[in-house]
């Protein structure tokens, strides 16, 4: 009888071994089939796929619910109730058959999305050889556009810049740039996402316009350089607020153009300009355009303040696409800065989805007398259009002299060599002889009619040469440098082109040889460069810049050097070389103050850029012949926070289970 028991025992002991199998695989395939599954419907792969070895704890977890708890002895009245644990007493084995228990299957799937989580799985939509990629990030001032879901445009694209870089394989290399109103190389190349994805947090906005030519001409020698057997990519991170890149540059075959944004929701102060009145006691007025990029008619309030006083305000209503220009009469302002800026009719609303260009900057410039010189043999051509300014002073001069030229604010060479050294002051050149070396002449023509021009151009604003007639001519090469103004069939015969940073004018026609003079075109184009020249502060600083251009200082001495303070309060000092000093840090908007020993002056720095105002993204990059689409290309996303996330909500049930008993 004893020997039937002990055979009994055993075979029970067997039979639960057997059924404690049984009900361990099948508590670990519950637990991981809903993961499995996953991993085979989204194509997941594991970055770190030595990580899953964390699953083999389970082995552990399971071992102990097997082991018998001790239990303390307790007199009880009977052990009826009790038969299941009498049964567990009496067995001399130290392990428990294994049963089935809700703790024990979410401390399994706990640790089985725990396990997931530590192999890195990403969601590989496509997958990508081993590249060498290098990436270009806008971060220009449209970047600043506030998208739907809260982020600005150069937050996506900093997110999928992470994204990239986290999806990439063993042996992938990447080089990043970030472009602005320059283009910088941010990281060389590397194949370590740390140093990448430090570097992509850093990456801040640099108002100013998008120069993706400089980026794509950086893009070109850097890939370039690399081994012919590389497989190479470039991806750009853009909204695409650039003209089309004329030139066929060497890129690789595989080129991303990933379109950052959707909203077109925006208005815009284009221009602002300071006039001031040829009266004894000035009297300034501002001529102010406003542009409605979006899809939908705005009403708007366009104010004008110096400092914190109003000036004016204005109601302006503009359709879809529609400009209009405003002028404010200011009257007799003392000098100084003056802010105009949009805003909605309720003060608590939101205006548009990019701020930076609601607010636009001008400096009223001090009253007082400025010397034109005129080197020509034919003065009055110019006296009727220059001389009736009363802020100016015409003189006319024989022949050029760096002394007797110093003081003056634009000097006039009508038919006169070009000196060897140019003066530090804007010029206008009317069919100089000697034109080489800056530009250079072409062919002779004539006659002909301009039927093209710069609209653009600041100096002709306003200015319609479409009636001037030219005798004689000669075609202005324009090179790397120069800017065509007026065209006659293709050849430019008026061109601007800069020497150490200022601007000068040339005309490829003798002012006798066409009907220019006759027309009312004339007198305006002369007031532009004049107003342009006269629009340069005491120390020779133009009162208005572009975000990013370098400000030229011209002062009377070498040795001297100024202070500027930029919007922020910030100081910085700069060194005069040769008589001419310059200020690179026009990086953001707004009113900087030139210090000097003699006193303080203004300018005003604004945006003024209808690409980077007009914010609806792109659909295609145009490089040279070569036509890019906008696409939203799927990369390798990891999704191990996620399942860290439902792993510690699928604790937080266990414990409640624990807890309550469930």
């Given at each position: 009888m004893t020997e039937d028991a002990g055979q009994e025992k055993t075979a029970q002991r067997r039979s639960a071994k057997v059924s404690s199998l049984k009900t361990a695989l099948g508590l670990l395939l519950l637990t991981t089939l809903p993961l499995l599954i996953g991993h085979l419907l989204l194509d997941v792969s594991f970055l770190n796929p030595w990580g899953l070895l964390t699953f083999l704890l389970a082995f552990i977890v399971i071992l102990f619910y097997l082991l018998k708890r001790q239990r303390k002895p307790r007199p009880v009245s009977t052990l009826f109730f009790w038969t299941e644990v009498q049964k567990d007493l009496d067995a001399s084995a130290p392990f428990q058959k294994l049963r089935r228990q809700l703790l024990l299957a979410l401390q399994l799937f706990i640790l089985a999305l725990l396990t997931y989580a530590l192999g890195k799985p990403v969601l590989a939509f496509q997958r990508r050889d081993a590249t060498s990629t290098?990436?270009?990030?806008?971060?220009?001032?449209?970047?600043q556009t506030m998208e739907s879901d809260r982020r600005t445009r150069l937050e996506v694209a900093r997110s999928l810049a992470v994204d990239r870089i986290n999806a990439m394989n063993s042996g992938d290399r990447m080089m990043i740039v970030t472009v602005g109103s320059a283009a910088r190389a941010l990281q060389p190349w590397t194949e370590y996402k740390e140093v990448l994805l430090r570097s992509v947090r850093k990456i801040t906005i640099e108002e100013g316009k998008t120069r993706l030519d400089e980026a794509l001409l950086l893009a070109a020698a850097t890939l370039r350089s690399r081994a012919a057997t590389e497989n190479l990519e470039l991806v750009v991170l853009s909204d695409g607020a650039t003209e089309d890149l004329q030139g066929n540059l060497d890129l690789p075959e595989k080129v991303v153009f990933q379109k950052i944004g959707e909203s077109n929701d925006n208005l815009a102060i284009t221009q602002l300009n300071v006039q001031t009145s040829d009266e004894e006691a000035p009297k300034h007025s501002l001529f102010t355009t406003v542009e409605n990029f979006s899809s939908r008619e705005r009403t708007v309030t366009l104010s004008a303040r110096r400092f914190e006083k109003l000036l004016g305000a204005r109601k302006v209503t503009l359709g879809p696409g529609e400009s209009?220009?405003?002028?404010?009469?200011l009257g007799s302002v003392e000098s100084g800065p003056i802010r105009v800026e949009l805003s909605?009719?309720?003060e608590k609303a939101k205006l548009d989805d990019l701020a930076l260009d609601n607010r636009a900057f001008a400096v009223i410039p001090p009253a007082a007398k400025s010397e034109v010189l005129v080197l020509s043999?034919?003065?009055?051509?110019f006296e009727r259009a220059i001389a009736a300014d009363e802020r100016i002073v015409m003189k006319v001069?024989?022949?050029?002299?760096?002394?007797k030229a110093a003081g003056a604010r634009l000097i006039i060479f009508d038919q006169v060599p070009i000196p060897e050294v140019l003066p530090p002051v804007p010029c206008l050149f009317i069919m100089p002889p000697n034109l080489e070396g800056r530009l250079s002449w072409g062919d002779s023509f004539g006659?002909?009619?301009?039927?093209?021009w710069n609209r653009d151009y600041e100096r002709m604003i306003y200015v319609d040469p479409s009636t001037l007639a030219i005798r004689r001519a000669r075609q202005i090469v324009l090179g790397e440098t120069g800017l065509s103004l007026m065209e006659v069939d293709g050849k430019a015969v008026s061109a601007a082109f800069y020497d150490r940073d200022i601007e000068h004018i040339v005309l490829g026609f003798a002012l006798r040889e066409s009907n220019w003079p006759l027309h009312l075109s004339f007198?305006?184009?002369?007031?532009?460069?004049?107003?342009?020249?006269?629009n340069q502060g005491r120390d020779g600083h133009p009162y208005q810049v572009e975000v990013g251009e370098p400000l030229p200082i011209r002062l009377p001495r070498s040795d001297l050097g100024v202070e500027v303070t930029n919007p922020k309060g910030d100081i910085v000092k700069v060194v005069a070389r040769d008589g001419l000093a310059f200020f690179p840090g026009t990086k953001e908007s707004g009113v900087y103050k030139v210090s000097q020993a003699d006193g303080d002056s203004f300018f005003a720095v604004n945006l003024f850029d209808r690409r980077?105002?007009?914010i609806a993204p792109k659909l295609r990059l145009k490089v040279g012949r070569r036509l890019h689409e906008a696409r939203e290309e799927s990369v390798q996303k990891q999704i191990f926070r996620p399942i860290l996330a439902l792993a510690l909500l699928v604790l937080l049930v266990e414990f409640a289970v624990w807890k309550y008993r469930l």
């Open positions: 290098l990436l270009i990030i806008d971060v220009s001032s449209s970047m209009r220009s405003t002028l404010f009469r909605a009719l309720n043999k034919d003065p009055e051509l001069i024989p022949s050029y002299d760096a002394e006659p002909g009619i301009v039927n093209s007198p305006i184009f002369l007031r532009n460069v004049v107003t342009s020249a006269l980077e105002s007009n």
